[in-house]
């Protein structure tokens, strides 16, 4: 499998070539969907959080005998039937939220989405990606001209979010692109499923397409 190959003015100036086992997957709405999942419960915190009845101060004292007084038994003020004691089966801080799912599964789900948005035409390829100053000027003027030269007029701004993913990190290149509301930079190898549908376009570098392949 081939695509056309841009420079940073946006002329063709070769072809790729992709792997069938990344770029041409089927389509899996349901591994996409538990792969999705996966990644966002992991990073889910709990903090939603009450005290029960171990947790509430006070009350180690028992309010009255046990026997005698004609009242209902009780051996703290802090049990969940008193105003002001512990709560039952409430949220806890302590709650993990974590869920597993296979290694092979990931790696899969995530050619699935690369596969579906390179049909969909939302995936771009450069040769190589730099600037002459880490200036955001210079990053807004390269993305206007490169995507009008590909038929792209709104790659990296308003409902045309880019990121572009690269071998290894570029911090120069990183500074001209970090202050643009729509583009996001990273390095291929740390993408994953969420990070890929996310956006509008994943434009990679040549070599970051090497990167991502191991």
Known sequence: MEAPLYNQKGDT????TLSD????????PTLIHETVIQIQAN???????VKDRGEVRGGGKKPWRQKGTGRARHGSTRSPLW????????PSKDKNFTTKINKNARRKALAVALSRKLKDGEIIFLDT???????TKEAAMFLKIFGKAIDKQNL?????RALI??????????RAFRNLPFVEIMEARNINVEEALLPK???FTKDAVAAIAR
């Open 156 to 160: 990296g701004a308003k409902g045309g």
């Open 43 to 49: 990073r889910r915190k709990a903090i939603a959080h």
């Open 13 to 16: 100036v070769g072809k790729v």
């Open 201 to 203: 376009y994943l434009v």
């Open 21 to 28: 086992a990344l770029f041409g997957v089927r389509w899996s």
């Open 83 to 90: 105003v002001g004691g512990g709560v039952t089966h409430g």
């Open 129 to 135: 990606l730099s600037t002459e100053k880490p200036k």
């Open 165 to 174: 993913l690269t071998a290894k990190s570029q911090p120069e290149t990183i």
